[in-house]
């Protein structure tokens, strides 16, 4: 079986995504094509462990070379053992972030899940290659992400929990929702139910030994990689948070960070990101011009059939 990965110098990369999507009269196997933000789509899947094993195996391909470049280092390991472990079986959601001429630029993806006796949102590895960073990406997925699921219970919401080791990922969601609604963060003590939802959430990742229940710091997390996580050690801009990581969260360690997301919480992060949309528009703040209105969606050569297949 071929195996395909992409590379910042492969041209062949682009028809990457169309051979492992190639269209199918299966409609559970297609994913949906949507525009995510400016100059970016997304193909989601909603029935990850209906794909056949030739098309997990290329999406594999795909997420490992993605990551490989998202990150600075080699992941194969790491991806080798969450397919190994079941993944596509276990994901509820997974979506890929293709660029204005289809190529994939980025991926995410989510569990639902039930933790500490309420429905609760575990979000997946996340990651969007350096050119295309500060595009606006990561937020605009993960708002397309709680979206779908916040509206099934706007008022009462619910936690929504991701282990990182990236002090940039925790500084997003504690400054966009704050100390009330993000845990931990060192102005407030950890609700006994924050607890348990971290508890629920590291057993239900084989990390549940590895848990400090007062910090929610994950020792050896990510034991899996043979070497670094990261190609060069990641910062948020932020002293005071880049200081905690490095005092706290050691090489192989992530954090357990546990919000809780209603839709109130997620309206508010919504204008937030249609704020930020703005500035990068304006060359006077440092963003980029974007001339005339919206065009029409542009389609590849090597994606038209994942276009044209996909479900709208």
């Known amino acids: 079986m071929s195996s395909y990965t992409i590379s910042q110098s492969d041209e062949s990369g682009i028809s990457v995504l169309d051979r492992a999507l190639s269209p199918t009269s299966d409609r559970h196997l297609l994913p949906t094509v949507r525009d995510l933000c400016p100059g970016y789509r997304i193909a989601r899947w909603d029935s990850p462990a209906a794909l056949t094993a030739d098309r997990r195996a290329r999406l594999h391909a795909l997420l490992r070379g993605l990551a490989a470049r998202a990150f600075g280092a080699d992941h194969s390991a790491y991806w080798h053992a969450r397919v190994e472990g079941g993944f596509f079986d276990r994901v509820t959601a997974l979506a890929l972030v293709m660029d204005r001429t289809g190529v994939p630029v980025g991926w995410g993806g989510y569990h639902r899940l039930h933790l500490a006796g309420r429905p609760a ?170 001339r005339g209105g919206r065009a029409a969606a542009p389609v590849h050569p090597d994606t038209v059939g994942l276009l044209t297949a996909a479900r709208p």
């Open 121 to 290: 949102l575990y979000l997946d590895a996340t990651g969007v290659v350096p050119a295309h960073r500060r595009s606006g990406i990561t937020s605009a997925l993960m708002t397309h992400f709680l979206t779908r699921e916040i509206r099934t219970r706007p008022l009462r919401g619910m936690d929504v929990v991701m282990r990182t080791r990236h002090p940039a990922v925790y500084a997003g969601w504690l400054h966009n929702l704050g100390p009330q609604r993000v845990f931990p963060n060192t102005r407030r003590p950890l609700p006994a139910r924050v607890r348990r939802v971290a508890a629920d959430a590291a057993d239900w990742l084989g990390d549940g030994p590895g848990l400090d229940p007062d910090t929610l710091v994950v020792r050896d997390a990510y034991r899996v990689f043979d070497g670094d996580v990261y190609g060069v050690r990641p910062r948020s801009g932020h002293s005071d948070i880049d200081d905690l990581f490095a005092r706290t969260v050691g090489p192989k360690d992530a954090l357990m960070v546990v919000a809780h997301m209603d839709a109130a919480a997620l309206a508010r992060c919504a204008l937030a990101r249609a704020a930020r949309s703005r500035v990068r528009r304006m060359p006077s703040l440092g963003g980029r011009p974007r």
